[in-house]
């Protein structure tokens, strides 16, 4: 911190710091310490100013807000158990397709099946689908997935119709096209956390394995996965967590309908999305109620990238 | 099948046969199946990158014309094409005052965190800010909505902004914080025992040398700001028209695009997919701009 004070005399071409350099030193700290605190503050207000927004809502409807399903605008009631439904089934859906395809695909990255001239620059690609904005993915689904997943849909629908979840025909917006543009979304983020996890494990363990006789994909199940298994999860987390409060891609895709659907072919509406459509029109205690709906959605969130992080700080065996 | 077992048959000698995989053996295919299928994950993984970009080149770069950069936004149906002149220009605007606001903020945070640091309260910062990234850009305009918008600047330019520099706030702290742990430890102790105090080694020694890639943070944190929807529709609206102060709502390009997304009007429709590619390019060449920034290190 302070430059050591010399007391031998040999030394006393040295002059003693000015006070001035020692208070301009300690007002340093304390500013930048006051903006880092200030940083973390920036995540408890925005929980606080939306509770506050929301507590109209929250006083009037309690927590029947969250299992109780109409939307009523004329007559002032809200309920938010389809949005609540639909973003946990979108997200989902999203989870179910892109965590496999994210850990293959970073197993593919991390070992040598490829040279690393041609591994990275593949890396760098698919973290680049994390970089393109989420409205471009929702134009390029309105005009691209949609028409592309109609006989799909249809065909679920057709030979799985007695099925619940595709009871419904398959009408283009609705929960399937917002879960497939969801799995592309959070597909980097599984990849790129789950390469570094394994690419970073100590290569010992593989040389070990390898020298037990293990082949390369017994090492990568018995072995590889099982110690980078932290960052795997983790990552998954954090995707969900992306999942979870993805707005505008969901926004034109999902259909926007406020009636509860159990199935994933009929047009839905998540939290997130509610709250893009409705907001701008919105006065009184609808706004209260979209906050409270935007109260649960943060909280959601905030649960799970807590939960990813001390899954990927606490569970690191390596 | 793998380099490994490849390895291993070139020795003939006779206490190791038993120990050699044979080629077509059922471990052997087993070993090509997993191998194949994990190289299909990539492809499959890549494929939605190439139509994405794909699409938005053919359908946007036919409308990339002058009147795009020069034009305001054409109302529906009307023979004049129309621009997004004025979106472009909200987008830089905001982006600029997302940046103003959120890098000495951010900087300044981090430098503490890499710097300062001792004991529990850095941890418990890092933390707060990786949550931080986490929470929705939505919220972050709700959060801008309640603090600025209702009290005071009302749909705005600066609100816009405001909700844009929470975005960018936690990428800047992190990338920051990261490069300036970077810089050896050896570095600092020079400095200081050339006689330099704390404050001089930060700002002249150590903020440097981590300079590269904090401005690597900076152009990530642009990117993402710069094609961000959500927040701005609680914050920055839209408008038809230019605006000349920074207090009324003001357009941005994701949200000309989020608004003309569906619209059933061609000329609209056509306008939605040249700001997509002008989003796209941005977000490109700053990723790759970002990549190749990184490798050059100053230690």
């Not at chain 2, 605007?93 to 903020?105: D, E, K, N, Q, T």
Request: charged content about 10%.
């Amino acid at each position: 911190m302070t430059a050591p004070a010399y007391n031998d005399s040999s030394q006393a071409a040295i002059p003693a710091r000015s006070g001035q350099s020692k208070w301009l030193d300690r007002g340093f700290r304390i500013v930048t310490q006051g903006f880092a605190l200030a940083v973390a503050a920036v995540l408890v207000i925005i929980g606080i100013q939306v509770t506050i927004n929301a507590w109209p809502a929250i006083r009037e409807f309690g927590l029947s807000f969250i299992y109780t399903s109409a939307w009523n605008p004329v007559e002032s009631v809200y309920g938010a158990l389809p949005m609540i439904y639909g973003t946990l089934v979108s997200s989902f859906i999203a989870l179910l397709l892109a965590f496999p395809l994210g850990v293959g695909t970073a197993i593919f990255l991390s070992e040598d099946f490829l040279p690393a001239k041609i591994r990275t620059p593949l890396a760098f690609m698919v973290e680049l689908l994390a970089a393109i904005p989420s409205v471009v993915y929702g134009l390029w689904g309105i005009y691209v997935l949609i028409p592309f997943l109609k006989p799909i849909g249809g065909w679920l629908h057709d030979t799985l119709g007695w099925f619940p979840l595709f009871r419904t025909d398959y009408i283009g917006p609705g929960m399937l096209p917002a879960g497939i543009i969801l799995t592309v979304m959070i597909l980097p983020v599984i990849t790129a956390i789950s390469r570094d996890s394994l690419t970073s494990l100590p290569p010992s363990l593989r040389q070990a394995s390898m020298g037990m006789g293990a082949t390369r994909w017994t090492t990568i199940f018995r072995v590889l996965i099982p110690a980078g298994i932290s960052g795997i999860i983790g990552g998954t987390m954090l995707a969900l967590g992306r999942a979870l409060g993805e707005t505008m891609a969901v926004t034109l895709l999902i259909g926007n309908s406020n009636n509860f659907n159990i199935s994933i072919l009929a047009p839905a509406n998540t939290i997130a999305s509610l709250m893009a459509n409705q907001f701008a029109e919105a006065s009184g205690l609808q706004v209260a109620a979209l906050m409270y709906a935007g109260l649960v959605l943060f909280l959601m969130t905030l649960i799970v990238n807590v939960l990813a992080e001390l899954i990927i700080r606490k569970l690191k065996p390596y | 099948m793998t380099s490994h077992s490849q390895a291993d048959s070139r020795q003939p000698d006779q206490n190791a046969k038993n120990i050699t995989r044979k080629k077509g053996s059922r471990q052997s295919l087993g070993e090509t199946a997993w191998t194949v299928v994990a190289g299909l994950c990539l492809l499959t993984a890549l494929v939605p990158l190439f139509l994405v970009i794909a699409y938005v080149l053919v359908q946007g770069f036919s409308r990339l014309d002058v009147a795009a950069f020069t034009r305001l936004p054409p109302p529906p149906l009307s023979a004049n094409e129309g621009g997004f002149a004025n979106a472009l220009a909200g987008t830089l605007i905001m982006v600029a005052i997302g940046a103003l606001i959120s890098v000495p903020f951010g900087v300044l945070a981090a430098i503490y965190l890499a710097e300062f640091s001792s004991g529990q309260i850095p941890r418990w910062i890092r933390f707060a800010t990786n949550v931080l990234s986490g929470v929705p850009s939505i919220l972050m305009g709700v959060f801008i909505y309640g603090l600025l918008v209702l009290p005071f600047f009302g749909f705005s330019a600066i609100a816009g902004g405001a909700a844009l520099a929470v975005l960018m706030l936690p990428i800047i702290v992190r990338t920051t914080d990261e490069s300036l742990q970077i810089v050896p430890q050896s570095v600092r102790w020079a400095s200081l025992g050339m006689g330099a105090s704390k404050f001089q080694t930060v700002l002249r020694v150590v903020l440097p040398a981590a300079l590269p890639a904090i401005a690597t943070g900076l152009t990530l944190a642009v990117a993402r700001a710069a094609g961000e929807t959500a927040p701005l529709i609680f914050t920055a609206l839209f408008a038809q028209y230019w605006t000349d102060d920074l207090l009324s709502p003001i357009a941005s390009l994701s949200v000309l695009v989020y608004n003309f997304a569906a619209v059933p009007y061609e000329n609209q429709r056509e306008l939605a997919w040249a700001a997509s590619l002008i989003l796209v390019l941005i977000v490109l060449l700053t990723s790759i701009l970002s990549r190749w920034a990184t490798r050059k290190q100053v230690y």
